[in-house]
C-alpha cells in the first residue's frame, strides 16, 4: 500500500507494545519506519522524554504531506487512530473488553519483571501487591481459555491477536511466566508463530 503519509513509529525490538503494532503495520501492508531505541541508555532516554511527556514507548510520528507532524501516545490509541484513518471496522464492546484482558496481563507482567529486574523476589510470596499481581495475570488467563481456543490463524489475525502473541512471547522470552499451567495458551503461540510478521519481529536473542 502506497501510503499517503510518513509512519514513524518509536520503540525497541523487545516491547511487546510496540510489537504488536508492527505486527498490524505489516499484516495491513503499511510502510513504516521504526526508528529503535534503548530507553536504557541516556541518551534515548533524554530523547524519549522529550517526545513522549509519558514517558514510555511506542510513540507514532505521522507526517502529511505539507502538513505538520502529528504525535500520538499509547498503542491503543495508535490503533484507535489507525482505525480511523484506514477506516478500519471499530473493535466492538466485547472486543474493547478482550483487549483490555490482554493489555492488563501485559501491563502487570511488565510491572512484575521491572521489579524483578531491580532486585525485587516476586515469588516470595510475603508481600500483598505483588500477589494480587499475580492473581491478576492468573484469573485472566483462565477467564480467556474458551476465546483463545476458538481463535484461528487464517481466520482471527487481527489486533487482539497480535496483542496476546506479542505479550505471551514477550512473557515467555522473559521469563516472566510459564506456560506449563496453560497448555491451551503454549499450544496457541505454536499455531499463530506462522502468522504474517510474526518472523520479522521476532525478539532478538542477543
Do not use: H
Not at 519506519?33 to 510520528?61: C, G, H, M, W
Not at 480511523?84 to 492488563?104: A, C
Amino acid at each position: 500500500m502506497e501510503n499517503k503519509v510518513d509512519f514513524t513509529l518509536i520503540g525497541s525490538f523487545t516491547s511487546p507494545y510496540v510489537r504488536k503494532l508492527r505486527l498490524l503495520f505489516l499484516a495491513k501492508e503499511i510502510r513504516f519506519e521504526l526508528q529503535a531505541i534503548n530507553y536504557l541508555t541516556p541518551d534515548d532516554s533524554k530523547f524519549l522524554k522529550s517526545t513522549n511527556p509519558i514517558n514510555k514507548i511506542p510513540v507514532l510520528l505521522v507526517k502529511e504531506k505539507d502538513k505538520k507532524t502529528t504525535t500520538v501516545y499509547d498503542s491503543r490509541v495508535i490503533f484507535q487512530f489507525l482505525t480511523k484513518k484506514f477506516g478500519w471496522v471499530p473493535l466492538s464492546l466485547e472486543e474493547e473488553n478482550t483487549l483490555s484482558f490482554i493489555d492488563g496481563m501485559l501491563d502487570t507482567a511488565i510491572n512484575l519483571f521491572s521489579l524483578q529486574r531491580a532486585g525485587l523476589d516476586t515469588k516470595a510470596g510475603n508481600n500483598s501487591y505483588i500477589e494480587r499481581q499475580w492473581e491478576r495475570i492468573d484469573l485472566i488467563l483462565k477467564n480467556m481459555k474458551p476465546w483463545v481456543c476458538d481463535q484461528s490463524p487464517d481466520r482471527d489475525w487481527n489486533f487482539l491477536n497480535m496483542s496476546l502473541y506479542s505479550f505471551l512471547d514477550w512473557a515467555q522470552f522473559r521469563t516472566v511466566i510459564s506456560l506449563t499451567e496453560y497448555p491451551e495458551y503454549a499450544d496457541y503461540l505454536n499455531r499463530f508463530k506462522l502468522c504474517k510478521g510474526v518472523s520479522e519481529t521476532e525478539i532478538p536473542k542477543t
